[in-house]
Nanobody, 123 residues
Framework: QVQVVESGGGLVQPGGSLRLSCVASGIIIKINAMGWYRQAPGKERELVARITSGGSTNYAHSVKGRFTISRDNAKNMVYLQMNSLKPEDTAGYYC?????????????????WGQGTQVTVSS
């Protein structure tokens, strides 16, 4: 019902920058929030940054001051600008869309995840 697609990952040297993009599509009544999560091998998936429909943001402590999340409501897109990247930022980055959709039973909240994009920070 809702598709989420990420792009923008890649290999970057320590101290470099990358910008991730994510688009949500489908029969969406409202996008309540979108966020970026990451998962490194052997570790649990963790929140990186999240932004609500009203523009409120929250960040993981480890990325504050280096990463910035933003969104384009008209395009159902969210971005993650990542600066001053460190090797410990290496992970698969996943976009999550928290939406309201219409079903035969009425309006319902629906959560969708993208397939992820790999970010590798290495010299």
């Amino acid at each position: 019902q809702v598709q989420v697609v990420e792009s923008g990952g890649g290999l970057v040297q320590p101290g470099g920058s990358l910008r991730l993009s994510c688009v949500a599509s489908g029969i969406i009544i409202k996008i309540n929030a979108m966020g970026w999560y990451r998962q490194a091998p052997g570790k649990e998936r963790e929140l990186v940054a999240r932004i609500t429909s009203g523009g409120s943001t929250n960040y993981a402590h480890s990325v504050k001051g280096r990463f910035t999340i933003s969104r384009d409501n008209a395009k159902n897109m969210v971005y993650l600008q990542m600066n001053s990247l460190k090797p410990e930022d290496t992970a698969g980055y996943y976009c999550k869309a928290e939406t309201t959709i219409a079903t035969t039973g009425g309006l319902t909240d629906f959560v969708s995840w993208g397939q992820g994009t790999q970010v590798t920070v290495s010299s």
